[in-house]
């Protein structure tokens, strides 16, 4: 596929998405043909996998691709009917974060705020970490996926800090997983098992601050996200087992 540009890294999956979606206006990608693979769209992009996955997903949100986990990625018909199936879906926001590059932010910010509460967090901080911890581990044990736990958690380690622009940065992190892309992305690759792994690392968080240690702290949060980011990486067929184990 030569007619594919190598792009910038400036939102990439919006410039990877706006490739693909021109090719398949333009008849290039014919309706009901596959995608070439991942890897190799990657390739020929000049960019990771990770972010052509999520240009890939931004254009099934919006109705242009299906993804059938196991087979691969296909254009949809727009023309007719279809269309006005496909202008009925959710649209991507032109300043919508790429999930997978949200991840690589949370690092850098959350190991510092980490770093932070482990030397500054109070009784009542520390408390606060884990109740949100308890109730992820009871919503998991129940089939929940444990979302409102997980942001109180991270929300009581930025509390620590008691730096109102932390503490709105982190808010504004949390407020991005409401976007339909990373709900798209997150119900692809998030599982009752990736969740149970999720929990460990918290509590490995939680236990850094809890002893003062910032260096742990750091460090445990810098793993969380790393993990977080391969469990989003994994390939679908992966995801799959994950979701439905034989």
């Known amino acids: 596929m030569s007619f594919l540009q190598v792009v910038e890294p400036q939102r990439l999956y919006r410039q990877i998405a706006g490739q693909l979606r021109a090719l398949i206006s333009q008849g290039e990608l014919a309706v009901g043909s596959r995608l070439p693979a991942e890897r190799d ?50 649209q991507i926001a032109a300043d919508e974060w790429g999930p997978l590059e949200l991840i690589r ?32 581990q009871g919503d998991t044990g ?40 990373f709900e798209r992305l997150t119900g692809y690759f998030e599982t009752a098992h990736s969740w149970r792994a999720a929990i460990t690392e918290h509590e490995a968080i939680l236990q850094a601050i809890r002893s003062h240690d910032p260096a742990a702290a750091r460090l445990a949060m810098h793993q969380h996200m790393d993990n977080s980011h391969t469990r989003f990486s994994v390939s679908w067929r992966q995801a799959q087992k994950l979701k439905d184990p034989v």
């Open 41 to 90: 769209l990657a390739k020929q992009l000049g960019v990771s996998r990770p972010s052509v996955r999520e240009a890939l997903i931004a254009l099934e949100v919006e109705g242009w691709v299906e993804v059938r986990t196991g087979s691969g990625v296909y254009v949809l018909d727009r023309s007719s009917q279809a269309s006005h199936a496909a202008a009925r879906r959710p």
């Open 105 to 136: 932010a949370r690092r850098v910010v959350e190991g510092e705020t980490a770093a932070i509460a482990a030397t500054e967090a109070k009784r009542q901080h520390i408390a606060a970490m884990g109740r949100a911890l308890a109730a992820m």
């Open 142 to 181: 129940q089939g929940i996926m444990p979302l409102e736990g997980d942001r109180d958690f991270h929300s009581a380690i930025v509390e620590a800090c008691g730096n109102v622009v932390l503490i709105e940065t982190v808010q504004r992190f949390w407020d991005s997983r409401r976007s339909p892309l």
